[in-house]
């Protein structure tokens, strides 16, 4: 049975879309099967990954009944890597759905549909917490939450949490914390290491031994429509997501801790 993991965070530029990207990019390379669904109207993922943005079957029209599940998703974007895409109608979802009857889990039938195919679905969501980001965590297992290492890293964090309890508790019993991951730490900094100790010490969560650089590399690939793993093979990013992967992969085995 595959699983599906929802990547959020509230806080805008903590590495969610990056994380995305490279770790899907990285349980591919491994011989997993993912599909990535990128529910954020910005839809930096789908371009990212190399993906026209202006397509008429995305995420939105899939939300809004006006498209199947089979058609939005575009296959093998790269090996093992398949997307549904997002554009900017999606923004305009929280209204048009306002309506819609059981709507928290529009995104969970779907998926439910073709969910066997995969060993991992990731979901991108938006750095708010909105329709689009419930409907993420009504259809995922576990969520997986970036962290920057800067001062302000815990800010929002307490009530990303109290949103995953409040879903957990009403609409998605099953729901489950993946994790934490550290991103843009620089190992010259003693800010990074200080709110690396700083969380673990106030967050009472499994918080992934693999740390994300800052690396210049990570930065220019989603401008070439590449993850890093294909972009810059060797680079001290790609090495980090694969490390990342292999966790999420063994996550919950004891003896592979």
């Not at 058609?71 to 048009?96: M, W």
């Not at 609409?171 to 914390?177: I, P, R, Y």
């Amino acid at each position: 049975m595959g699983r599906t993991i929802v990547i959020a965070n509230q806080k805008g530029g903590v590495g969610k879309t990056t994380t995305t990207i490279n770790l899907s990019a990285s349980l591919a390379e491994s011989g997993k099967k993912v599909l990535v669904v990128d529910m954020d109207p910005q839809g930096n993922t789908t371009s990212g990954l190399g993906v026209d943005k202006e397509d008429d079957k995305t995420v939105y029209e899939l939300l809004l009944g006006e498209t199947t599940i089979e058609e939005s998703v575009k296959k093998e974007v790269f090996p093992n890597l398949s997307l549904i895409p997002s554009n900017v109608n999606l923004a305009g979802a929280e209204i048009e759905l306002v309506n819609v009857e059981n709507k928290e889990n529009l995104l969970k039938n779907a998926l439910d549909q073709i969910k066997e195919a995969y060993d991992f679905i990731l979901i991108d969501c938006p750095p708010s917490l909105n329709v689009l980001t419930i409907n993420s965590m009504c259809a995922g297992d576990t969520v997986l939450v970036p962290i920057q290492c800067e001062y302000y890293a815990l800010e929002g964090l307490s009530q990303l949490m109290h949103t995953i309890d409040l879903v957990k508790d009403r609409l998605n019993s099953d729901l489950e914390m993946e994790g934490v991951v550290f991103t843009m730490y620089d190992a010259r900094t003693n800010l990074s290491l200080q709110v690396v100790e700083n969380v673990k010490n106030n967050l009472d969560q499994k918080i992934y031994k693999s740390i994300i650089p800052r690396n210049v590399r990570l930065a220019e690939a989603p401008s070439h429509g590449l993850p890093i793993t294909i972009y810059d093979t060797k680079s001290a990013g790609a090495e980090a997501y694969r490390l990342l992967a292999e966790e999420v992969i063994h996550r919950g085995e004891e003896e592979w801790q």
